[in-house]
């Protein structure tokens, strides 16, 4: 069966949430809105992050109010009416009447009559929580209804007096995941090795780079995700060391690497793997020399994502493995420790080597706590990507010119546990022997 989140588990979240709240306090979080494409074309529907956390609604144009210690219900919903013409072209909606038998809230209204309800909700409250900076259209509303009510105060009115982020509590609710969260998470990342694994094995030299994607995303769809998490990123020969290359429409050369940036998006969670391999189906001796030194990288600093560890503690891991490596292959010079300490490392390896993963790919939550980078914990999810590139310019013009124009990067998601880490992108072949049998179609 499919992994899913049970709705108790979404009442068990905006239960949460209420408890962390200030007394006298209102938290408003506003839906994704259709957004178009061009003219009247519109892109494809996603919902925003943090409603869908707090309800699992999939429609536009709603928003949630929590409401602690409203006599009427806390857990509000405003959403769209039914409307049978509207529902002929875009399917059909849930509705305000069906609303607290479906999602579990307390309350629901037509979003039509927010203007005339909300701003009652918000009067007498202390605090409102809100996303600030993320919904710029809907925060010029609600400080419409706060302006409305301080408007009435010499009549007696209460108007809020303070707005306050909600990321400072949601965000950090969303970074530790639920067993249910982890499942979900799982199925996505083992969608991905499929995909991954899909164009390895469909890779040619003569194909273009977005023939390749197309085969990656067909496997994505097939296996039930609906979207990628993120713009796929294929690169091959110089242009992986384009770090957020989207254009992949070049052709793929016999003797270039190709790497691979993509994860698939299952119920609203993403993964984010990044695979670098042969595009003649095996590794030349300078490219694999490179390459393992980047997938030593990879796993050490995976080894390191331990309980109590410090956020940035892996990604120095991985740096001190690459600047070792390149070292020894003589493109770089001088010491280890000079090197690391001045980051001159950073001409080739440019970007750190982790960030959280979950419903965004680079999901919420602090990476510093009180300006300190914080201890990773058990039920957080991130990245381990480090990367090697060498651009063909003015930076690598003095090395050897089997080492210019590679870009190596290797990505793997990863669950802090109570002891070892869990890697849940294991399915992706990595090794330098699994790369080349996969891609021979056989099994190393």
């Not at 995909?195 to 197309?214: F, P």
């Not at 390191?304 to 493109?331: E, I, N, S, T």
Request: hydrophobic share 40%.
């Amino acid at each position: 069966m499919p992994a899913t989140i049970p709705k108790s588990e979404y009442r068990r979240r905006r239960a949460a949430l209420m408890n962390m709240m200030a007394a006298d306090s209102i938290a408003v979080i506003p839906a994704a809105t259709v957004r178009l494409r061009n003219r009247d074309s519109e892109y494809l529907f996603r919902q925003d992050s943090d409603f869908h956390y707090l309800t699992a609604f999939a429609e536009p144009d709603a928003v949630l109010v929590l409401a602690p210690g409203r006599p009427h219900g806390e857990v509000i919903l405003f959403c769209r009416e039914r409307h049978p013409r509207s529902e002929l072209y875009e399917g059909e909606r849930l509705g305000p009447d069906r609303a607290s038998q479906v999602l579990g809230v307390d309350d629901a209204f037509p979003v039509a009559d927010l203007d005339d309800i909300l701003p009652g909700m918000l009067e007498g409250r202390e605090r409102i929580y809100f996303g600030m900076g993320d919904h710029p259209e809907f925060e010029h509303r609600l400080l419409g209804w706060v302006n409305r009510i301080r408007a009435r105060e010499s009549g007696g009115a209460r108007p809020p007096g303070e707005l306050v982020a909600l990321k400072h509590l949601l965000h950090e609710q969303r970074l530790i995941k639920s067993a249910a969260e982890l499942r979900v998470m799982r199925e996505a990342a083992e969608i991905t090795c499929h995909g991954h694994v899909r164009a390895m094995q469909t890779c040619r030299a003569g194909m273009t780079e977005n023939q390749l994607e197309a085969e990656l995303v067909y496997e994505f769809m097939r296996r039930g995700a609906r979207t990628t998490a993120y713009s796929s990123i294929v690169g091959g020969g110089a242009n992986a060391c384009v770090l957020h290359y989207v254009d992949n429409g070049a052709t793929l050369r016999k003797n270039d690497l190709v790497l691979i940036d993509a994860g698939a998006e299952y119920q609203l969670y993403a993964a984010d793997v990044t695979r670098t391999f042969p595009v003649s189906g095996a590794f030349t001796r300078h490219q694999q020399a490179l390459y393992e030194v980047v997938l030593a990288a990879n796993e050490a600093a995976i080894a390191a994502c331990r309980p109590g560890a410090l956020f940035l503690d892996p990604h120095q891991v991985a740096v001190r493995v690459m600047v070792q490596g390149l070292l020894d292959l003589k493109l770089l010079d001088g010491g280890l420790e000079e090197i690391v300490e001045t980051e001159r490392f950073r001409t080739f390896c440019p970007h750190n080597s982790s960030h959280w993963l979950g419903m965004d790919v680079h999901d919420v939550g602090d990476y510093r706590v009180d300006g300190a980078y914080r201890p990773l914990e058990p039920g957080m999810v991130l990245t381990i990507e480090p990367g090697i590139y060498l651009p063909d310019g003015p930076d690598t013009a003095h090395l050897p010119a089997h080492f210019r124009g590679i870009g190596i990067r290797v990505e793997d998601d990863v669950l802090i546990t109570s002891g070892d880490p869990e890697v849940l992108t294991t399915a992706a072949p990595k090794s330098v022997a699994d790369i080349q049998a996969t891609m021979a179609g056989s099994t190393a």
